[in-house]
C-alpha cells in the first residue's frame, strides 16, 4: 500500500527522497508493505505539542507513534479482517530536535532519521519501552519466531540500545546498513496531507 510523507516544518532542511527510499526498504524487511503508513516530519514545537497532548510530557522528543493496531503482541504483524484495516498508523518525526541531537553527538543525520523511524514502526509493531522489562525485551531484539530476526531489523534494535555517551551509532553498527540508498529511488506519495 502506500507510504505518506509528509514534511510540516521548516526549521531544518529535509530531503523526503532519501528517508523516504529507506522508509520503503524498512517497510520491505519487515513484511509491512501492504500496510498503508504515514510519516510525518515536524519541528520542535509541533512535537512538543503532541508530547504534551498525548503523553502529558513537556518538552520536545524525538518520535512519537499512534498506532492503529492498538494491543498488537509485540513483534506481531497485525492480521487484517478487512481492507480498511490494512494501515499500521503514523509516526511523527521531531526531525529539529533529532537534527540537533546529531549535532551535539557528531552523527550523520539521515543514518539517526533512519533510526528513528524504524523506532517509530517498532512501536506501531507493538514494541514497547515504558518499563525496565519492555526495555530489556527492546534489548534482547526481536522474538526467535519473528520472520525478520535477522538482517536489517536486529542491527537497527542493535542501534537502538543505550550506548555509552560519545559512542557514534555507525561504531556500533555491524554493516553499513544505509551506505547509498537515496540513489535506488523512491515511491509515489498518493493520498492527502494529514
Known amino acids: 500500500m502506500s507510504l505518506l510523507l509528509r514534511n510540516l516544518q521548516s526549521a531544518i532542511p529535509l530531503r523526503r527522497a532519501p528517508l523516504r527510499a529507506r522508509i520503503e ?33 513537556h518538552g520536545p ?22 481492507p480498511d484495516d490494512l494501515n499500521l498508523g503514523d509516526i511523527f518525526l521531531g526531525v529539529e530536535y533529532i537534527f540537533h ?20 514502526l517498532c512501536h506501531l509493531l507493538g514494541y ?32 537502538l540500545r543505550p550506548r555509552p555517551r560519545g559512542v557514534r551509532v555507525r561504531e556500533l553498527s555491524p554493516l553499513p546498513l544505509w551506505r547509498g540508498l537515496g540513489a535506488r529511488g523512491s515511491m509515489a506519495c498518493p493520498g492527502s496531507p494529514i
Not at 550523520?108 to 517509530?120: F, K, P, R, S
Not at 522474538?143 to 530476526?149: D, W
Open 25 to 57: 526498504l524498512l517497510r520491505h524487511i519487515l513484511g509491512i508493505r501492504r500496510f498503508d503508513l504515514g510519516v510525518v516530519c515536524v519541528d520542535n514545537q509541533g512535537i512538543q505539542r503532541l508530547n504534551r497532548i498525548y503523553r502529558q510530557a
Open 61 to 82: 522528543t524525538d518520535v512519537l507513534s499512534f498506532p492503529f493496531h492498538e494491543d498488537l503482541r509485540a513483534g506481531a504483524v497485525p492480521q487484517p479482517e478487512c
Open 101 to 120: 541531537q546529531c549535532q551535539e553527538n557528531g552523527e550523520n543525520y539521515y543514518d539517526i532519521l533512519t533510526v528513528t523511524a524504524a523506532h517509530g
Open 128 to 159: 514497547k519501552h515504558n518499563t525496565a522489562a519492555e526495555w530489556r525485551e527492546v534489548g534482547d531484539g526481536l522474538p526467535a519466531s519473528h520472520p525478520s530476526r535477522h538482517g536489517l531489523v536486529l542491527a537497527i534494535w542493535l542501534l
